[in-house]
Every structure is written in structure tokens, then in C-alpha cells.
């Protein structure tokens, strides 16, 4: 049973990983009327007409649907044969985050929604995630959380803050996604050719992103000196500040081609994406990170 239970986790995991992927596409296609003002039914029909937006906006649904199903039976297998308090917590989290986006989802189609509220659509979809991946991880060897070091309490509040500011960080991208701003600024790394460009309308809305990735860029290289400083390379602490450190490096990358491929609808789909995932795997590591200082012991 705990095979079962192991692979339904890593399921759960992946499935919303695909979720957060698709639904980085839906915004990006402009798909999300693709099925008109229906929810489930797709232009009043379970197999909707093969045109792109449809396409993707079903396609979307289907894999919601699929992977809500594996949450379920995840959530009954957990609560009926898992002893641990912080698996049935991480599942219960998975399936209240999925629902609640799933019903903004529906209502969105329904009912047009503000910027404001479909960008928190993609934010609970990252938590989502976030939670599905510790679930993911309690069934190996890096669920073992608990530690025999102590913690600096100076470490777990850089940690905490930096995963707090990441969220808000990655809101804004999604606000910028959904006011359809990305052409607020042209180039990289200036703003329409200028350092402090006129803070208005989208161009505005950019740069306010492109300075709040910056200063997540510093936190995230200070938290990764902090824990190379403190923690040896085998601790999961260094470990994880490393790889939030690479992430959040290529956030900033793919942040960049993604300006650079506005002209291109194609190359702006694809590297929109990969800009999403980047940023999920570094809010991934982030809230792992968030989970140790949780289980901190003295020696």
C-alpha cells in the first residue's frame, strides 16, 4: 500500500505541475474564452469544435479533472494508511487549493473577473503545486525533515521572507500576464531604452516586475551566502538555497528572452511557459526550505 500511496503522491505532483504549465498557456494563448461563457461543457458540447483556443482552454479542464480524481483517492489513502500529521496536512492543502481555483476558473468563464483576481488564480495554482511536491517528498529520503542541527533563527527569518516575497513576486508576473502588459516595456535590461522609464499604464506595470524580481534575485543570493556560510554542502539547507539560487537565475533569463520574443507569437508562448515553470520549481525549493526550519532540533 505505501508503493501505491508513494505513486499516487508523485502523481499528484506532476499532475499539477501540468496544471500550472497549461494554464501558464491558456493566459498566455489568450484561450481562456476559448470555450465561451460555459463551464464544464465547451460551446454546449462535451468534445468542443477543433480550434486552437478551445483546444487548449479543454484540454486545460481535462487534466484538472483527471488529476482532482488522483487527489481524491490520494486524500483517502493518506488519511486511512499514513501515520505522518505533515502528509495528511500537505494533501489537505493540495486538495483546498485545487478546488478553489478550479472553482475561479469556472466562475471566470462564467462571470468576467478582474485582472486582479485571475492572476490569484495562478498563485493558488502555485501553492497547488508547493504542496503537492512536499507531499511528493515525504515518501523519500528527502521527506525526512527533521533535524539533529539547530537552525540560526536569523536563517529562518530570511527564509521565510524571501519564500513570502517570492509568491508576491510571482503574483505581479501574473497581474502582468493578465492586464496583457508584456509590451509595457520593450528591451532588456532597459525599459524602452531608458533605466527609469515614465511609470504609467503597462510600462508601469512591467518595470514595478522587473525591480521586484531584482530585489528577489538579491534575497535569494543572500539567503544562498547565508546558508554556504553556515550549513555544510551536505546539509538539505544548502542544498536547497542552491538550487533556489539557480532558479531564480534563470528566472531572470527566461524573464528576459520572454521580452525579447514579444514580436514572435510562437517563441513567446514557449519561452512564456518555461518562464512559468522556472518559477514554480524555485517557489518549490523555497517552501521546502520553509518546511525545514520547521523541524528544527537542537543538537
Given at each position: 500500500?505505501?508503493?501505491?500511496?508513494?505513486?499516487?503522491?508523485?502523481?499528484?505532483a506532476?499532475?499539477?505541475?501540468?496544471?500550472?504549465?497549461?494554464?501558464?498557456?491558456?493566459?498566455?494563448?489568450?484561450?481562456?474564452?476559448?470555450?465561451?461563457?460555459?463551464?464544464?461543457?465547451?460551446?454546449?458540447?462535451?468534445?468542443?469544435?477543433?480550434?486552437?483556443?478551445?483546444?487548449?482552454?479543454?484540454?486545460?479542464?481535462?487534466?484538472?479533472?483527471?488529476?482532482?480524481?488522483?487527489?481524491?483517492?490520494?486524500?483517502?489513502?493518506?488519511?486511512?494508511?499514513?501515520?505522518?500529521?505533515?502528509?495528511?496536512?500537505?494533501?489537505?492543502?493540495?486538495?483546498?487549493?485545487?478546488?478553489?481555483?478550479?472553482?475561479?476558473?469556472?466562475?471566470?468563464?462564467?462571470?468576467?473577473?478582474?485582472?486582479?483576481?485571475?492572476?490569484?488564480?495562478?498563485?493558488?495554482?502555485?501553492?497547488?503545486?508547493?504542496?503537492?511536491?512536499?507531499?511528493?517528498?515525504?515518501?523519500?529520503?528527502?521527506?525526512?525533515?527533521?533535524?539533529?542541527?539547530?537552525?540560526?533563527t536569523?536563517?529562518?527569518?530570511i527564509?521565510?521572507?524571501?519564500?513570502?516575497?517570492?509568491?508576491?513576486?510571482?503574483?505581479?508576473?501574473?497581474f502582468v500576464?493578465?492586464?496583457?502588459?508584456?509590451?509595457?516595456?520593450?528591451?532588456?535590461?532597459?525599459?524602452?531604452?531608458?533605466?527609469?522609464?515614465?511609470?504609467?499604464?503597462?510600462?508601469?506595470?512591467?518595470?514595478?516586475?522587473?525591480?521586484?524580481?531584482?530585489?528577489?534575485?538579491?534575497?535569494?543570493?543572500?539567503?544562498?551566502?547565508?546558508?554556504?556560510?553556515?550549513?555544510?554542502?551536505?546539509?538539505?539547507?544548502?542544498?536547497?538555497?542552491?538550487?533556489?539560487?539557480?532558479?531564480?537565475?534563470?528566472?531572470?533569463?527566461?524573464?528576459?528572452?520572454?521580452?525579447?520574443?514579444?514580436?514572435?507569437?510562437?517563441?513567446?508562448?514557449?519561452?512564456?511557459?518555461?518562464?512559468?515553470?522556472i518559477?514554480?520549481?524555485?517557489?518549490?525549493?523555497?517552501?521546502?526550505?520553509?518546511?525545514?526550519?520547521?523541524?528544527?532540533?537542537?543538537?
Amino acid at each position: 500500500m505505501q508503493k501505491w500511496i508513494q505513486r499516487l503522491a508523485n502523481l499528484s505532483a506532476i499532475g499539477m505541475f501540468l496544471i500550472l504549465a497549461m494554464g501558464a498557456l491558456v493566459t498566455k494563448a489568450d484561450a481562456g474564452r476559448g470555450c465561451g461563457d460555459e463551464w464544464p461543457l465547451c460551446h454546449g458540447k462535451f468534445i468542443p469544435a477543433h480550434t486552437i483556443s478551445s483546444f487548449i482552454e479543454y484540454s486545460h479542464r481535462l487534466v484538472v479533472g483527471v488529476v482532482t480524481m488522483i487527489l481524491v483517492a490520494t486524500f483517502y489513502l493518506v488519511f486511512r494508511y499514513v501515520k505522518r500529521r505533515d502528509a495528511k496536512f500537505f494533501i489537505t492543502a493540495t486538495v483546498v487549493m485545487t478546488l478553489i481555483q478550479a472553482a475561479m476558473g469556472a466562475l471566470a468563464v462564467v462571470w468576467p473577473q478582474s485582472s486582479l483576481v485571475l492572476a490569484l488564480h495562478f498563485g493558488l495554482s502555485l501553492l497547488a503545486f508547493a504542496f503537492s511536491l512536499l507531499l511528493a517528498l515525504v515518501f523519500t529520503p528527502w521527506g525526512q525533515f527533521v533535524r539533529t542541527t539547530q537552525i540560526h533563527t536569523s536563517f529562518k527569518v530570511i527564509v521565510w521572507f524571501t519564500a513570502i516575497y517570492s509568491y508576491v513576486v510571482v503574483y505581479l508576473g501574473a497581474f502582468v500576464r493578465h492586464t496583457v502588459s508584456s509590451g509595457g516595456c520593450s528591451g532588456w535590461p532597459l525599459c524602452n531604452g531608458e533605466v527609469i522609464p515614465e511609470l504609467s499604464g503597462a510600462t508601469g506595470i512591467v518595470f514595478t516586475h522587473r525591480i521586484a524580481a531584482l530585489l528577489l534575485f538579491v534575497c535569494i543570493l543572500f539567503l544562498y551566502l547565508q546558508a554556504r556560510r553556515h550549513y555544510q554542502k551536505t546539509d538539505k539547507l544548502w542544498f536547497g538555497s542552491k538550487w533556489a539560487l539557480i532558479l531564480v537565475s534563470l528566472q531572470v533569463i527566461s524573464g528576459a528572452v520572454v521580452t525579447w520574443s514579444l514580436g514572435n507569437e510562437v517563441a513567446y508562448l514557449f519561452t512564456g511557459m518555461i518562464h512559468a515553470i522556472i518559477v514554480a520549481c524555485m517557489f518549490g525549493f523555497l517552501c521546502y526550505l520553509c518546511v525545514l526550519t520547521l523541524y528544527d532540533r537542537k543538537a
